[in-house]
């Protein structure tokens, strides 16, 4: 256990994430002691003090204190919000003066490096989106070494991670460049039903055995959704169209036939530059219903094997075997798709470098054009996380050894490395909360195959109209960046009844 006592409720987000990193396996409990009364039965803990100059509150020192027993360790950070103070600061000591959150992220994570003996690939930087940071100082016209100096002096970023953020971003902006941000939009539809559930998914799923007979419902809820779009976004620019889940797949061919034409009819999609549907589970691919997406204009499709270990597969919930993940992917160039997408996930249970080798070296003999690498996140509302607790609770595993789940560096390098032999480079990249071995989740592609959509909804530089149940939609106010976002109910059923209200909020966040 790792405990942290603040004396005001502040950066709490960013104080957990910073210490879950260096201690991935252990608890981490963030607590707010106004009164300064710590009670805890730890010898060891730490205690974060914010101390003002002023009652601005806008200048002042922050302490960390880490307690072993009867020995204290103090560590101090200046930090100033103020623009005049951060002048006057920078006149008198030659140096700029931290904001108070990130004067308090580079306290922290040096004396946990010093304490653990370990610096982190990512260095203080908690979001999710770490290649933002590069993107807006692309856009300020920074050179690479400008932005070289930034991440690392702010954020202690390894020059690994800069490099490939810094490519990232320029290749993103030149992907976007035909992208008419204020005056386009992009659709997302979520079908939230699976064959089965993944042991690691906690997204808005169900599964579709028990669901089967109010999927033409779900249709109708999906399609007055569209009718709400066509109205109020008409003489809008339709950049991309995305058709997520769940598994999107678990629709008939008559059923995807229905919903993608009622899309045609009623949206202007001549503009549309990519239109993706997530097939990934081969256990719900047809060669109909490849037949009906081709026929419909889908233009880009994942069939995601997430590893080429059958053993593995079955141990995650995934009810389909290698030999069908390749016999479905064959027939799906065999109908015509020239783009498609790939998932695989490092740090599945028990899987180790020699695992992701072989997968890297499968998925090189298919080919595909597009490959995420996703590093596992044990996410709380998924069956995993409850199973690996159970376990552990049980002592038939210890979740503080490398045994169970374990992303390594070697592993990441594999698939770099693979990735970069097929032909495809790094196009977009984001991180998860407690994401394996603090790494990130990388879209690699080729050349002309990168998935668009998935750059616009991590960078956040155009709406995204979502519909369907679980989904969020987002406003980008392209004047000053400014995202707002209204959710849809995960609940399928309340989405059905709730349809009309689903609509207004949208209305709202639109007016």
């Not at 730490?46 to 307690?67: A, C, P, T």
């Not at 770490?130 to 807006?136: D, G, L, S, Y």
């Amino acid at each position: 256990m790792r405990q942290i006592f603040l004396n005001e409720d502040r950066y709490q987000y960013d104080i957990h994430s910073l210490f879950k990193a260096f201690y991935p396996s252990e608890d981490v409990k963030v607590t707010i002691t106004a009164d300064g009364e710590i009670s805890t039965d730890l010898t060891d803990y730490y205690i974060v003090n914010y101390k003002y100059q002023d009652d601005s509150r806008l200048e002042g020192i922050i302490e960390m204190s880490l307690i072993r027993g009867d020995e204290t360790a103090l560590f101090q950070a200046q930090f100033c919000d103020s623009e005049d103070g951060k002048k006057n600061s920078a006149s008198t000591s030659g140096a700029s003066v931290d904001t108070c959150k990130n004067a308090l992220k580079k306290l922290i994570y040096r004396a946990l490096s010093k304490e653990t003996g370990k610096d982190l690939p990512w260095g203080n930087l908690t979001g999710i989106r770490p290649t933002r940071i590069a993107m807006n100082l692309v856009d300020k016209g920074k050179s690479d070494e400008e932005i070289y100096d930034f991440m690392k002096n702010t954020y202690f970023v390894s020059d690994e991670k800069i490099d490939v953020s810094t490519r990232i971003a320029r290749h993103e902006k030149e992907i976007l460049k035909s992208i008419d941000y204020e005056n386009g939009y992009s659709l997302y539809l979520g079908i939230p039903f699976c064959p089965t559930t993944c042991l690691y998914c906690s997204f808005t799923s169900y599964p579709i055995g028990a669901f089967k007979n109010i999927v033409d419902d779900y249709i109708s809820c999906l399609e007055k959704e569209i009718d709400y779009v066509a109205s109020e976004f008409a003489g809008k620019t339709l950049d991309t169209v995305y058709i997520g889940g769940g598994t999107p797949t678990t629709l008939e061919p008559h059923q995807m036939e229905r919903l993608i034409g009622y899309m045609n009819e009623k949206l202007d999609m001549s503009h549309v530059k990519e239109f993706t549907v997530e097939s990934g589970r081969p256990d719900s691919i047809t060669r109909d219903k490849l037949r009906t997406m081709k026929k419909m204009g889908v233009s880009r499709i994942s069939v995601n094997p997430q590893t080429m270990k059958d053993e593995t597969l079955k141990l995650i919930g995934r009810r389909h075997t290698v030999a069908e993940f390749v016999d479905s992917y064959k027939m799906a160039r065999e109908e015509g798709f020239d783009n498609i997408n790939m998932d695989i996930i490092l740090g599945l249970p028990l899987e180790t470098s020699k695992d992701v080798a072989y997968t890297m070296e499968r998925i090189a003999e298919l080919a595909p054009d597009d490959l995420t690498v996703h590093s596992l996140a044990i996410k709380r509302g998924s069956r995993l996380a409850e199973i690996l607790h159970e376990k552990e609770l049980k002592g038939e595993i210890s979740l503080k050894g490398a045994d169970v789940i374990n992303n390594t560096e070697e592993m990441m390098r594999i698939a770099s490395e693979g990735a970069k032999n097929m032909g495809l480079v790094p196009y977009y990249l984001y991180r998860q909360k407690n994401i394996s071995g603090n790494f990130e989740n990388t879209g690699y592609a080729k050349p002309d195959k990168a998935g668009i959509y998935n750059i616009l909804i991590n960078e956040e530089v155009q709406s995204i109209i979502a519909l369907g149940a679980g989904t969020v939609t987002k406003r980008v106010y392209g004047y000053d960046g400014r995202i707002e976002r209204c959710d849809n109910v995960k609940d399928v059923k309340l989405y059905m009844d709730q349809i009309d209200e689903m609509i207004d909020r949208k209305r709202r966040l639109f007016e």
